[in-house]
């Protein structure tokens, strides 16, 4: 294993009350996969991450990272095997692409030329630009160069697309997969469902600072007993309450639930489902103001785990 820590707990004591960012957390990340960890804001992604990179201590549990336990005198040897992109990197504006990344090639004993850094996040033409002229998503890809700049073994990426527009977020997911094509074991946290589902071999769901489900993407998926989502919402009318239950009974519906006035329909079968539905809209003379139809994502696996959506506050 690349990771794994047990029963692991990191707890803050506050002027009012303890706070418990990790709470029993358990994990284990293969070697040669990418792992993610999946939840809302403050549900102790980063602070799991801190504690596996070495950069804060555990209240207690057990944590060993590529056969290495932080505090047992090979620290130095650790950081060595060790990429890592926190949530916020700071770089010097005023440095280049091209100093930038030959200051971080110097604190490893191994690596490559920043030549090669800047080619595999396809930054070449901005290798002479100060960092300070650089846009949102190029200074996320330098900061990924920096982390795979001394040939890691294990790559930390710490909400690695937040806050980039959707053409720099889909650059980086390239980049990161061509580091998991490279045979680099990769950990990654986001809270953007597509994300984990395009990048991600395997995630745990974390809520809480605990794992409240693990698996393969479509293997948490298919647990919803459907591949398909109908949500649907009627006109006011009579302001008559309808329960959501009763669209339970509709051919090939595998759960139904009603959020903000939106009725969400799990199904197996569409194209069997919405005929069912309508069927039964005209029966109770309910009228229908709008219908649309997607695949089944981990947003829905959290929501059916929790009963709340991952950005909630």
């Not at 706070?19 to 549900?43: K, M, S």
């Not at 290495?68 to 620290?75: A, I, S």
């Not at 700071?90 to 800047?118: H, N, Q």
């Not at 997969?177 to 953007?192: E, Q, S, V």
């Amino acid at each position: 294993m690349a990771v794994t820590c047990r029963q692991l707990f990191k707890r803050y004591e506050t002027g009012r009350a303890a706070v418990d960012a990790v709470n029993g957390l358990d994990l284990e990340v293969r070697r040669g996969e990418c792992f993610g960890l999946l939840g809302p804001n403050g549900a102790g992604k980063t602070t799991t991450v801190e504690i596996l990179e070495g950069l804060i201590e555990p209240t207690s549990g057990d944590v060993e990272v590529l056969g290495m336990r932080w505090g047992g005198g090979r620290d130095h040897e650790l950081r060595q095997k060790l990429g890592i992109t926190l949530q916020e990197t700071r770089l010097r504006d005023k440095l280049s692409v091209r100093e930038t990344l030959r200051m971080f090639r110097s604190f490893y004993r191994d690596g490559i030329e920043p030549e090669a850094a800047m080619a595999l996040v396809a930054l070449e033409e901005k290798a002479d630009a100060w960092i300070s002229k650089l846009s949102g998503g190029q200074r996320q890809r330098v900061a990924v160069a920096c982390a795979l700049i001394g040939r890691p073994e294990l790559v930390f990426l710490d909400e690695p697309t937040t806050g980039l527009d959707p053409q720099a977020r889909r650059q980086l997911w390239d980049v990161v997969a061509d580091i998991r094509r490279a045979g680099n074991t990769i950990l990654l946290t986001t809270h953007y469902m597509d994300e984990a589902e395009k990048l991600c071999d395997r995630v745990a769901v974390v809520d809480h600072g605990r794992v409240i489900a693990l698996g393969a993407p479509r293997d948490l998926i298919s647990r919803l007993g459907g591949e398909h989502v109908i949500e649907f919402s009627l006109e006011p009318m009579d302001q008559r309450p309808v329960d959501a239950d009763v669209f339970a009974a509709v051919e090939g519906v595998t759960q139904s639930t009603e959020e903000s006035g939106r009725f969400v329909l799990t199904v197996s079968e569409p194209h069997r489902s919405i005929p069912g539905c309508l069927a039964l809209l005209s029966r109770e003379n309910l009228e229908l103001k709008s219908l649309t139809t997607r695949h089944v994502n981990l947003e829905d696996v959290f929501v059916n785990l929790t009963g709340r959506h991952l950005r909630d506050d």
